[in-house]
């Protein structure tokens, strides 16, 4: 378990330092250096700042590829609003790295428990489960952290859910990413004012006017927020968190899997393609709503663009989302080729998109057809990513902003987590980057000051 921990944060702190150089995390850092100086670092800034201020920088730039992890009970992305918030609390604590670990489990837990009960209906409402759902694991994630007792911790994910929100409708905008820096800085503060003897309603998940009630319009009591008994697994074993092998929405990742295994196996190219037809769950096809992206963050929820990466060059890199690279003429005239279609009969269904196959269909020129079906991503436990796409996803990551040795050194602290004494010893290696990191945000923090 303490492996598969290891894993999500280093996933998740890959896609963070990567996330740096983004416009929308540069507009977080700059914010978050004007709230004053602390003990909390941001990834790729030579200063510290207070532990909210730090969450939710780092929260942002965690989000803002679409490359961080996911996990089926939430329909979302766990590790975003936790980790951020675990390591910029621990760093002011100086908390162990096994500490941490032990924390992040526990808040997948709870998310697990609140998603389990919520979803698919609070989803399908159009919430972000992310910034929703996700706030309150991060709180309780928070208040483990702080060895808070179970009458705090309470209190902790009732502050955290007065300020639980954040909707679908920001997907493709720089507001999707906010909403997970949003949720870090808030569990760090609903912890801290656990921590401190605030307390608000002690019913807050079960009830008409609890979480359940408010959130999803169902009325079931608090027998319904179950958690493992003795010998069952804990949310991060079963049903595990998902890893993305593609900076782009989940929502596609079947398709994407579909279409390379095709690419690879008959070995024909974009020319050869007469026509694409994706059918995925209607929850999924919500998603994904630009036909034709106007700018890289678009891209990252558009199918016709995803797909046509796919088949014209077989793979899908950072690169390939940048503003300037969705306009590249070859996919730009694969993309009318390219029909998503919705599974019919899942627009009515209660059965979780998982349940429901993704069916790809690609007709060649020469006549022939292709075929697949898959309810399975890759990078999810039953179809796990190698040790080698790992640590290679995180030097792409952490490549963008620091040099070769830094790159390595992280991973290697990483790694050693359970055995580190103090997690500063890790974060302070996060503000030692290449200057052009520093640089852009230098001005404005000397404004600020």
């Given at each position: 378990m303490?492996?598969l921990a290891v894993d999500g944060?280093?996933?998740?702190?890959?896609?963070?330092?990567?996330?740096t150089?983004?416009?929308?995390s540069?507009?977080a850092?700059?914010?978050?250096?004007?709230?004053g100086?602390g003990?909390?670092?941001i990834a790729g800034i030579d200063?510290t700042v207070?532990?909210?201020?730090?969450?939710?920088?780092n929260?942002?730039a965690a989000?803002?590829?679409?490359f961080d992890?996911?996990?089926?009970?939430?329909?979302?992305?766990?590790s975003a609003?936790?980790?951020p918030?675990l390591?910029?609390l621990?760093?002011?604590l100086?908390?162990?790295?096994a500490?941490?670990?032990?924390?992040y489990?526990?808040?997948i837990?709870?998310?697990?428990?609140?998603a389990?009960v919520?979803n698919?209906?609070?989803?399908a409402?159009?919430?972000?489960s992310?910034a929703t759902?996700?706030r309150?694991?991060?709180?309780?994630?928070c208040?483990r952290l702080?060895?808070?007792?179970a009458?705090?911790?309470?209190?902790?994910?009732?502050?955290?859910?007065?300020?639980s929100?954040?909707?679908r409708?920001q997907?493709?905008s720089?507001?999707?990413?906010?909403?997970?820096?949003f949720?870090?800085r808030?569990?760090?503060?609903?912890a801290?004012?656990?921590?401190?003897g605030m307390?608000g309603?002690?019913e807050?998940?079960a009830?008409?006017r609890g979480?359940?009630?408010?959130?999803?319009?169902s009325?079931?009591g608090?027998?319904a927020?179950t958690v493992?008994?003795e010998g069952?697994p804990?949310?991060?074993?079963s049903?595990?968190?998902?890893?993305?092998?593609?900076?782009t929405?989940?929502s596609?990742?079947?398709?994407?899997?579909?279409l390379?295994?095709l690419?690879?196996e008959?070995?024909?190219?974009?020319?050869?393609?007469?026509?694409a037809v994706?059918?995925i769950?209607a929850?999924n096809?919500k998603?994904?709503?630009?036909?034709r992206?106007?700018?890289?963050?678009?891209a990252?929820?558009s199918?016709?663009?995803?797909a046509a990466?796919a088949?014209?060059q077989?793979?899908l890199?950072l690169?390939?989302?940048?503003d300037a690279?969705?306009e590249?003429?070859r996919?730009?005239?694969l993309m009318?080729?390219i029909?998503?279609?919705?599974?019919?009969?899942?627009?009515?269904t209660?059965?979780?998109y998982?349940d429901l196959?993704a069916?790809?269909?690609v007709?060649?020129?020469?006549?022939s057809?292709?075929?697949?079906?898959r309810?399975v991503?890759?990078?999810?436990l039953s179809s796990?990513?190698?040790?080698q796409?790992?640590?290679?996803?995180?030097r792409d990551?952490?490549?963008?902003v620091?040099?070769h040795?830094e790159?390595?050194?992280?991973l290697?602290l990483?790694?050693?987590?359970?055995v580190?004494?103090d997690v500063?010893?890790?974060?302070s290696?996060?503000?030692q980057?290449?200057?052009?990191v520093?640089?852009?945000?230098?001005?404005s923090h000397?404004?600020a000051?």
């Amino acid at each position: 378990m303490q492996s598969l921990a290891v894993d999500g944060i280093r996933d998740l702190i890959g896609c963070m330092i990567a996330g740096t150089l983004e416009p929308p995390s540069q507009k977080a850092i700059r914010v978050a250096l004007a709230w004053g100086r602390g003990s909390s670092s941001i990834a790729g800034i030579d200063h510290t700042v207070s532990a909210p201020a730090s969450a939710f920088a780092n929260g942002t730039a965690a989000h803002v590829l679409d490359f961080d992890d996911s996990f089926a009970p939430l329909t979302g992305h766990p590790s975003a609003p936790i980790v951020p918030a675990l390591l910029a609390l621990g760093e002011e604590l100086g908390s162990s790295g096994a500490a941490i670990l032990d924390a992040y489990v526990v808040g997948i837990e709870v998310l697990a428990t609140i998603a389990r009960v919520a979803n698919p209906s609070h989803y399908a409402m159009g919430w972000h489960s992310t910034a929703t759902i996700g706030r309150i694991g991060s709180a309780a994630a928070c208040a483990r952290l702080l060895g808070l007792d179970a009458a705090q911790t309470t209190a902790a994910i009732s502050i955290a859910m007065s300020s639980s929100a954040g909707t679908r409708l920001q997907l493709g905008s720089p507001m999707k990413s906010v909403h997970a820096g949003f949720a870090a800085r808030d569990a760090v503060i609903a912890a801290r004012l656990a921590a401190e003897g605030m307390t608000g309603g002690s019913e807050v998940l079960a009830g008409e006017r609890g979480f359940q009630g408010l959130y999803t319009m169902s009325h079931a009591g608090e027998e319904a927020f179950t958690v493992p008994g003795e010998g069952e697994p804990l949310a991060i074993v079963s049903p595990g968190i998902t890893f993305k092998p593609y900076p782009t929405c989940g929502s596609t990742h079947r398709s994407l899997d579909a279409l390379l295994f095709l690419k690879t196996e008959h070995r024909f190219s974009g020319d050869d393609v007469d026509s694409a037809v994706l059918s995925i769950p209607a929850l999924n096809v919500k998603n994904l709503i630009y036909d034709r992206p106007a700018s890289g963050l678009e891209a990252k929820f558009s199918m016709p663009y995803c797909a046509a990466l796919a088949l014209e060059q077989g793979s899908l890199r950072l690169g390939d989302f940048d503003d300037a690279a969705i306009e590249r003429p070859r996919i730009q005239a694969l993309m009318p080729r390219i029909v998503m279609e919705t599974t019919p009969g899942s627009e009515h269904t209660e059965k979780d998109y998982l349940d429901l196959p993704a069916h790809t269909t690609v007709r060649l020129k020469d006549g022939s057809t292709l075929s697949d079906e898959r309810y399975v991503r890759r990078g999810s436990l039953s179809s796990p990513m190698s040790d080698q796409e790992h640590a290679g996803k995180f030097r792409d990551c952490a490549g963008r902003v620091f040099g070769h040795s830094e790159t390595e050194r992280l991973l290697e602290l990483i790694s050693n987590l359970p055995v580190t004494p103090d997690v500063r010893l890790f974060t302070s290696l996060l503000r030692q980057t290449k200057s052009q990191v520093a640089s852009s945000t230098d001005a404005s923090h000397h404004a600020a000051r």
